[in-house]
């Protein structure tokens, strides 16, 4: 019988990716907030039942504004990762819980492992890593993947922020001593898909694309691609910033790159630069359909 799965979150843009590269012989219900309470453990029971496993992608993932909303980012990145976690324990699903890579302090120095304790800064890192904890305590079978600097060629992403501001703008201040790894939502999709069709998981695993950049180079190359490929005609000029310059509500990382060594080797891994040109083709594609 083919797996039956249930990913939490329609309209995110990992959900929307998960939907576009779904493998056919998998069957799958996308639950957004209007489907499913992850508030209401009787509902989740019921919704959930005939589940193998579960993908959560729901998360309060505004960053700056979780600074000032705690409770809205606590709510949804813990105590609805608790009950997902709770309720797989009583009804038997697995499952895969999106974690990311600001649960890290950001001493700057080498990857961050598996092994490594989380540190996080900010109130969203905060909610995210009592999620993963939380999900970890309850002793179901899980997969916690962290992933960093995600993005698609839909929603709210840095890619379409950059797009965005670079056609508007004369100038722009971005950060350049920030270090992470860029991750088109498509390869994550693809690892997520090839997960699911094994049997042993890890605990934690971490997933990015391959090679290490900051905002400013990724911003730039943003600008660079775009341009080639005629979907911007901008002259604005892109200006590295500090951090402390940028200023900002919520702190973040120096550096949240994630070591992926003991990364389950299931898919092709594609450099971020590809992943990106691959991500604005799709949306040049769009503006021509
Ligand atoms: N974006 C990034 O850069 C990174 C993201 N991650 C993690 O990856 C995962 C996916 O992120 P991404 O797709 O970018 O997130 P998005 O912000 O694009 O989507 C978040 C999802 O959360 C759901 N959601 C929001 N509020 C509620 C609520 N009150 N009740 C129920 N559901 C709600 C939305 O549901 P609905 O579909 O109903 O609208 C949406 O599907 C998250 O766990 C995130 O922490 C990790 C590293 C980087
Ligand atoms: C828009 C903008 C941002 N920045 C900086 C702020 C920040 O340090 C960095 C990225 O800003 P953003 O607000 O786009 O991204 P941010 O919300 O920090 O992105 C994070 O989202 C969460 C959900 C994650 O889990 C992380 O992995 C990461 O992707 O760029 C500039 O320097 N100039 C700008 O014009």
């Known amino acids: ?71 809205g980012a606590e709510t949804l990145n ?97 950060v350049n001593d920030q270090l992470g790894s860029p991750t088109s939502a498509t390869n994550l999709s693809a690892f997520i898909w090839a997960m699911c069709q094994i049997e042993y998981w890890p605990q934690i695993i971490h997933f990015r694309d391959q090679g290490v950049t900051t905002w400013f180079e990724f911003a730039q190359e943003i600008q660079r691609q775009a341009s080639e490929i005629g979907i911007l005609d901008s002259h604005c000029n892109l200006m590295p910033i500090s951090t402390d310059e940028y200023g900002g509500p919520a702190p973040r990382p120096l550096n949240s790159v994630l070591d992926m060594s003991d990364t389950p080797d299931l898919v092709e891994q594609h450099s971020w630069q590809f992943a990106l040109s691959e991500v604005l083709h799709r949306i040049k594609h769009r503006g021509e359909g």
């Not at 779904?22 to 209007?34: A, L, M, T």
């Not at 499952?95 to 109130?123: A, N, Q």
Request: net charge neutral; charged share 20%.
């Open 1 to 71: 019988m083919s797996l039956r799965i249930a990913v939490i979150g329609r309209h995110g843009q990992l959900a929307c990716s998960l939907r576009k590269t779904q493998p056919s012989h998998i069957s799958c219900i996308y639950v957004g907030r209007d489907e499913i309470d992850l508030f209401n453990l009787a509902e989740l029971e019921k919704t959930l039942a005939d589940i193998d496993i579960v993908i959560n992608t729901a998360a309060y993932t505004s960053v700056d504004q979780a600074e000032t909303d705690k409770d």
């Open 78 to 174: 813990h105590i609805a990762a608790e009950h997902l976690a709770q309720t797989a324990t009583k009804i038997g699903y697995r499952l895969i819980h999106l974690s990311t890579d600001y649960v890290f302090s950001g001493i700057p120095g080498k990857p961050w492992t598996t092994m490594d304790k989380p540190e996080p800064l900010s109130v969203y890192g905060k909610s995210k890593y009592a999620g993963e904890q939380a999900v970890i305590r309850s002793g179901v079978q899980a997969a916690i993947i962290r992933t960093s600097w995600l993005y698609s060629d839909t929603g709210n992403n840095f890619v379409n922020t950059m797009l965005r501001l670079l056609n508007n703008k004369h100038s722009l201040s971005v």
